[in-house]
């Protein structure tokens, strides 16, 4: 499909708009479009809605969405690499603001969205994306042999693209990194690059200086051409800070790692659990380095984070099964007050008031 195609459906704001909603999640993916929002709508105020860290909460996406006066107070709302549920889609077309939102979306459990004509979900690039023009955050012209597939960013960018052909020069500053970001968001970096480091780089970047700076620097970009340098010495130091910080705790986490045998899906398999709060990939990296097993767990405060090296097993259908979602490769349950208390069930099972 072409990106004319794609995006037929969806409406745009005016190039003059006053005030845009961005709602989205906290990671590169859900903070680059920030930046393009930023370099495409020049005159506008861009309010960020980031909620949920690497999870989708979709409660407070709703919340924010089935409120009239979100839809007073701007001028037209973008989601990216999140997705409402149906409820709020229906709110939204019942109350005639179809016209005001655009949804881009990669995530498989988003897929029913695209019925509605404000939603675009997809997990393929278009055939004509940008993406096809760039490598490792450079310009290139070499031909790859598979689809690339989408992310929340390269999605806007290909949106903007088409949407704002007069001003697409806008974003040319922010061409390479958004196709850093989404090579790494889509695990292209891995399975067609041979992960490449930079695009790794980028996403240690986003958390060793946390969201703002990595939208300040984005932002700088704009209005800019091809940098010379992706990223400068400081922020390399500030990288490799983070990496000496992430080994020593991910090192001492996965002492405590669990491996259980469980029934997933009707099939036995090994389950490595841990529990933390930081560092999550680097702690993922160093679990799957040291035990094996066909499924990682981590548990935060927040909820359950998935990981699998095991191509046969699809954790977005595991993880539906739990209330969450995610990607094959990679998702989350949330962690609702009913796990919480079998949980603690389990744990002090059969063993109330002391007596056996
Ligand atoms: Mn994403």
Redesign the pocket.
Request: charged share 55%.
């Given at each position: 499909m072409n990106k004319k195609e794609m995006f037929s459906k969806l409406s745009r704001p005016s190039v003059n708009v006053k005030r845009i909603l961005h709602i989205t999640h906290r990671?590169a993916?859900g903070y680059m479009p920030v930046a393009l929002l930023t370099a495409m709508f020049k005159d506008a105020e861009i309010t960020r809605a980031h909620v949920g860290h690497q999870t989708h909460d979709v409660e407070a996406m709703n919340a924010y969405l089935t409120n009239e006066s979100t839809w007073q107070e701007f001028g037209f709302v973008f989601v990216t690499?999140m997705h409402i549920s149906c409820e709020a889609a229906e709110y939204i077309v019942r109350n005639g603001h179809d016209r005001q939102i655009v949804m881009l979306d990669?995530h498989e459990k988003a897929l029913p969205l695209n019925a509605y004509s404000f939603c675009c979900v997809s997990m393929t690039a278009p055939e004509d994306s940008f993406l096809y023009g760039w490598k490792a955050g450079r310009r290139c012209d070499e031909s790859l042999d598979a689809a690339r597939k989408s992310?929340?960013t390269s999605l806007l960018v290909d949106y903007l693209d088409t949407k704002f052909p007069e001003q697409r020069d806008r974003i040319n500053g922010l061409r390479g990194y958004a196709e850093l970001v989404s090579g790494y968001?889509t695990w292209d970096w891995v399975n067609m690059f041979n992960r490449e480091p930079v695009y790794n780089t980028l996403n240690k970047f986003f958390w060793a200086v946390k969201g703002d700076a990595f939208v300040d620097k984005m932002c700088r970009q704009i209005g800019a051409g091809e940098p010379e340098e992706l990223f400068t010495g400081d922020e390399l130091e500030a990288i490799r800070k983070r990496d000496e910080e992430a080994a020593e705790y991910a090192n001492s986490i996965i002492k405590y790692c669990a491996v259980v045998d469980c029934l997933l899906m009707g099939v036995n398999r090994k389950v490595a659990f841990v529990m933390a709060n930081s560092f999550l990939q680097e702690v993922f990296s160093a679990m799957m380095d040291t035990y094996e097993a066909d499924v990682y767990v981590v548990m935060t405060e927040k909820g359950l984070s998935l990981r699998t090296l095991n191509k046969e097993l699809n954790l977005n259908t595991l993880a539906q099964c739990y209330g969450g979602g995610g990607h094959p490769g990679a998702a989350g349950i949330p962690l609702g007050t009913k796990l919480m208390e079998s949980l603690v069930r389990c744990i002090f099972m059969g063993k109330e008031g002391g007596n056996e």
């Open positions: 990671d993916d690499d990669h992310a929340g968001d």
